[in-house]
């Protein structure tokens, strides 16, 4: 898929680039994962940390679209989240884009650019993004019909791919079943 979104992006003809920091606001959450739950509670949100697990929350601090970064890690790939939610301390919400650039868009651009927060995070135990990073990165910024579009292919290759992946954990759970039908 990532070579896909890299051609798809790196094809644009008719782009410019601005750099992030210039056409969305950058923050960091508040919330301790100590308060957060790992099950779900009703009337509580989601909560993001640098885990791929999704915990909740008992308060929200945003209730936006927003791309998400975890703050520390071995590699860094946003989140895509509309609506009300926790973020940790050491996780980012990107959010409030300006009228140029549609935030899925920036999302699947953002999908190709592990490699750059990789190479700029700051620390040897455990590598950690700092804001200016994010203020920095360089967005690929097409006019919107052109984004438009490629959130259109992309949206589309990653529905199919969630139908080919249901079907092969359906699959191997019948393997499963009849092998063990076989040893009955």
């Known amino acids: 898929m990532s070579a896909i979104t ?12 601005i750099r992030l920091g210039k056409i969305a606001h950058i923050t960091n959450g508040a919330g301790d994962v100590q ?43 946003p989140r895509y989240y ?16 300006a009228s140029c650039i549609i935030p899925k868009y920036c999302y699947h651009f953002m999908n190709t650019l592990n490699s750059y927060f990789v ?11 700092r804001m ?3 203020q920095k990165v360089e967005i690929r910024l097409p006019p919107i019909p052109k984004q438009q ?13 969630e139908v080919e992946q249901r ?3 359906i699959l191997q ?4 079943f009849l092998l063990s039908q076989m040893f009955i």
């Open 132 to 134: 200016d990073i994010f």
């Open 82 to 97: 509309n609506g009300k939610f926790a973020l940790h301390q050491r996780c980012y919400a990107i959010t409030d884009f």
């Open 35 to 77: 308060d957060a739950n790992t099950e779900h509670q009703e009337d509580w949100y989601p909560f993001f940390d640098r885990s791929e697990e999704l915990k909740w929350f008992p308060t929200y601090s945003f209730d936006k679209e927003a791309i998400i970064y975890a703050g520390e890690g071995q590699s860094f790939y």
């Open 167 to 169: 079907g092969i954990s």
């Open 173 to 176: 759970e019948l393997k499963q």
């Open 149 to 161: 579009h490629i959130c259109k292919i992309i949206d589309a290759f990653y529905t199919k791919l």
């Open 6 to 17: 890299d051609l798809l992006f790196h094809s644009i003809a008719d782009a410019h680039t």
């Open 119 to 129: 190479r700029n995070s700051v620390g040897s135990t455990v590598p950690s993004l």
